[in-house]
């Protein structure tokens, strides 16, 4: 299957969403008068953040974007926006607090969790009824996971939850691979286990430094992921739509 070809609509888009960024980050360092709580943190979020929608308004833009590559977009527009909540609830000190900051954090990775399997559903499944009931199984669970996360607001639940989301899709891509060389898959696993490497180094602690810890890390490395996504969305077919 060849890539998608992408041929980029005008930039305002890609102005507008990182213009949005960019005033969340100059309001939150205003907030803070210059002093964030958890200055690296605060800095590698947003750098995330900004991947994030950046890669999401390029593929979004693309002239031929199927319905899934524009759902693989949300998914990465989600995580960016996730991670902007998530860097200013750092900034401000309130992380892992009940407040809306980190709630907003949670539910963001769930939605990204989320889309990314209904863009692997809508991609991959050429059955409509079985993506239909596949579909529903996805928003049920999305809403199941808000209502728990709610009255606990542990990023260990957003680690599992967007975990196992990474782990089906990496069979369904190391399977895919296997049986008809998907164009997708190969960018699909480097992904997936970039993104477990970065897991891995933010539920272990490994941190570099005092002043940079295993947050910080753990956002360098989830960049590289989030890339490789990008690629992978490039070259996401649709079932739906009979592409390639």
Same mark, same amino acid.
């Given at each position: 299957? =060849?890539?998608?070809?992408?041929?980029?609509?005008?930039?305002?888009?890609?102005?507008?969403?990182?213009?949005?960024? /960019?005033?969340?980050?100059?309001?939150?360092?205003?907030?803070?008068?210059?002093?964030?709580?958890?200055?690296?943190?605060?800095?590698?979020?947003?750098?995330?953040? !900004?991947?994030?929608? @950046?890669?999401?308004?390029?593929?979004?833009?693309?002239?031929?974007?199927?319905?899934?590559?524009?759902?693989?977009?949300?998914? /990465?527009?989600?995580?960016?926006?996730?991670?902007?909540?998530?860097?200013?609830?750092?900034?401000?000190?309130?992380?892992?607090?009940?407040?809306?900051?980190?709630?907003?954090?949670?539910?963001?990775?769930?939605?990204?969790?989320?889309?990314?399997?209904?863009?692997?559903?809508? =991609?991959?499944?050429?059955?409509?009824?079985?993506?239909?009931?596949?579909?529903?199984?996805?928003?049920?669970?999305? /809403?199941?996971?808000?209502?728990?996360?709610?009255?606990?607001?542990?990023?260990?639940?957003?680690?599992?939850?967007?975990?196992?989301?990474?782990?089906?899709? /990496?069979?369904?891509?190391?399977?895919?691979?296997?049986?008809?060389?998907?164009?997708?898959?190969?960018?699909?696993? !480097?992904?997936?286990?970039?993104?477990?490497?970065?897991? @891995?180094?933010?539920?272990?602690?490994?941190?570099?430094?005092?002043?940079?810890?295993?947050?910080?890390?753990?956002?360098?490395?989830?960049?590289?992921?989030?890339?490789?996504?990008?690629?992978?969305?490039?070259?996401?077919?649709?079932?739906?739509?009979?592409?390639?």
């Amino acid at each position: 299957m =060849a890539p998608t070809a992408v041929v980029h609509r005008p930039r305002w888009g890609l102005a507008f969403g990182l213009g949005a960024v /960019l005033v969340a980050f100059v309001a939150t360092w205003a907030s803070t008068a210059g002093a964030p709580a958890e200055l690296a943190t605060f800095l590698t979020d947003y750098l995330l953040a !900004g991947l994030g929608v @950046g890669f999401a308004v390029l593929l979004w833009s693309s002239t031929d974007a199927s319905g899934a590559q524009r759902l693989w977009a949300g998914a /990465l527009a989600t995580i960016g926006a996730g991670a902007a909540i998530g860097g200013s609830s750092h900034a401000l000190g309130a992380a892992e607090e009940v407040g809306w900051l980190w709630n907003g954090t949670m539910i963001a990775i769930g939605l990204a969790s989320c889309l990314l399997g209904a863009a692997a559903v809508r =991609a991959f499944v050429d059955s409509p009824r079985i993506r239909g009931g596949l579909g529903a199984i996805l928003a049920l669970g999305f /809403l199941a996971y808000v209502w728990w996360v709610l009255g606990h607001p542990d990023f260990q639940w957003a680690v599992l939850d967007y975990g196992l989301t990474l782990a089906a899709l /990496l069979v369904t891509a190391c399977v895919l691979w296997w049986r008809r060389r998907e164009a997708s898959a190969p960018w699909l696993i !480097g992904a997936i286990v970039v993104s477990f490497a970065a897991a @891995g180094v933010q539920q272990l602690e490994l941190s570099p430094h005092p002043r940079f810890n295993h947050n910080d890390l753990y956002h360098l490395v989830q960049a590289l992921g989030l890339w490789l996504f990008y690629r992978a969305g490039r070259r996401l077919p649709d079932a739906a739509e009979g592409g390639p």
